[in-house]
């Protein structure tokens, strides 16, 4: 079992009867994932279960903090077991580098961060789609610099093999 945080920005689906027009700004919460994977799978059988996994969850993940801080006996997973939180903002302008997506650490980026981020997570991936690119930028309070570098290139390389097995498919 893996746990995986998402940050949840609370305007997309949820609650269908839910009125949000004369509210402004966002909604955001982390909200848990809980994956079952199998080690060694098929990359495309593990895509397809984190697909229903994602699917599966109840509103989108609307309303888990409210059921995680008013239900005594709700069964949900607590904010300091979850290792990665993503952190997916969209799609933004501006330009992005060449290719189909990048993975990296970005030093600039990592100081105006970090002070910003007091979490329990281990690492937060911050990812957005810039002109077709998807990039996805590590912070972490606990991991150093060459070590976050590492796990972008590992994230990178993986993102490619997958794209490459659905290709050939």
Same mark, same amino acid.
């Given at each position: 079992?893996?746990a995986?945080?998402?940050?949840?920005?609370?305007?997309?689906?949820?609650?269908?009867?839910?009125?949000?027009?004369?509210?402004?700004?966002?909604?955001?919460?982390?909200?848990?994932?809980?994956?079952? $994977?199998? &080690?060694? %799978?098929?990359?495309?059988?593990? #895509?397809? +279960?984190?697909?229903?996994?994602?699917?599966?969850? *109840?509103?989108?993940?609307?309303?888990?903090?409210?059921?995680?801080?008013?239900?005594?006996?709700?069964? $949900?997973? &607590?904010? %300091?077991?979850?290792?990665?939180? #993503?952190? +997916?903002?969209?799609?933004?302008?501006?330009?992005? *580098?060449?290719?189909?997506?990048?993975?990296?650490?970005?030093?600039?980026?990592?100081?105006?961060?970090?002070?910003?981020?007091?979490?329990?997570?281990?690492?937060?991936?911050?990812?957005?789609?810039?002109?077709?690119?998807?990039?996805a930028?590590?912070?972490?309070?606990?991991?150093?610099?060459?070590?976050?570098?590492?796990?972008?290139?590992?994230?990178?390389?993986?993102?490619?093999?997958?794209?490459?097995?659905?290709?050939?498919h």
């Amino acid at each position: 079992r893996f746990a995986l945080g998402m940050y949840h920005h609370g305007r997309a689906g949820g609650i269908a009867d839910l009125d949000l027009s004369r509210t402004v700004g966002w909604f955001s919460a982390p909200v848990p994932l809980l994956l079952d $994977v199998v &080690p060694d %799978a098929a990359m495309g059988a593990t #895509l397809s +279960h984190v697909k229903d996994s994602l699917r599966a969850m *109840p509103n989108e993940g609307v309303g888990y903090g409210i059921l995680r801080y008013l239900r005594a006996d709700a069964h $949900v997973l &607590p904010e %300091a077991q979850i290792d990665v939180l #993503l952190n +997916h903002q969209g799609t933004v302008a501006g330009e992005a *580098p060449g290719g189909l997506f990048t993975a990296h650490f970005d030093e600039r980026e990592y100081a105006q961060l970090l002070p910003h981020f007091k979490f329990p997570w281990k690492i937060a991936v911050l990812s957005n789609i810039a002109d077709g690119c998807l990039r996805a930028n590590f912070v972490s309070s606990r991991y150093s610099r060459p070590g976050l570098q590492a796990i972008a290139n590992a994230f990178g390389d993986a993102l490619r093999e997958l794209c490459d097995s659905l290709q050939s498919h």
